[in-house]
């Protein structure tokens, strides 16, 4: 996938995200209070601005919005793409913050796996109790 096209991407997932708080009837005040995350990063997140959405950030909302990251990331792309694309932008950082990002992109490797496993089996283990 083209730059160009990660980052529609990437804005895609804060337009998702809006239209998520918003059904909820939630301000990004109240957002803020409940995730711990600053009105300044949801505004970030939802207008889909330069770094987009950190795993953490992905986390809380999730959590809030009853979704997994699966679910808020729709990828327009496979799971090997988007491992090949953050491969490659981790071999563009720093010794320290490529042995930082890998682990993340560990958990995101991760995280599609066990995503899709549920899915296939029509469950969703972020599903709230």
């Known amino acids: 996938m083209p730059l160009e096209e ?9 337009e998702r995200l809006l239209k998520m708080r918003i059904a ?21 997140i939802e207008e889909g601005s330069s ?16 979704k997994s990251i699966a679910e808020i990331a729709e990828s327009p792309i496979d799971k090997d793409e988007a491992i090949d694309i953050a491969v490659n932008a981790l071999k563009s950082f720093s010794p320290e913050l490529r042995e930082h ?22 469950i969703d283990p972020f599903a709230k109790k």
């Open 6 to 14: 990660f980052d529609i991407w990437v804005k895609s997932i804060g």
């Open 51 to 66: 770094g987009g959405i950190r795993l953490y950030e992905a986390l809380k909302l999730g959590e809030l919005y009853g």
């Open 101 to 122: 990002h890998s682990l993340i992109l560990k958990l995101v490797q991760h995280q599609l796996e066990f995503s899709k496993r549920y899915k296939e089996k029509s």
């Open 24 to 44: 909820k009837n939630l301000t990004a005040k109240k957002v803020s209070e409940t995730t711990g995350l600053t009105i300044k990063n949801i505004q970030r």
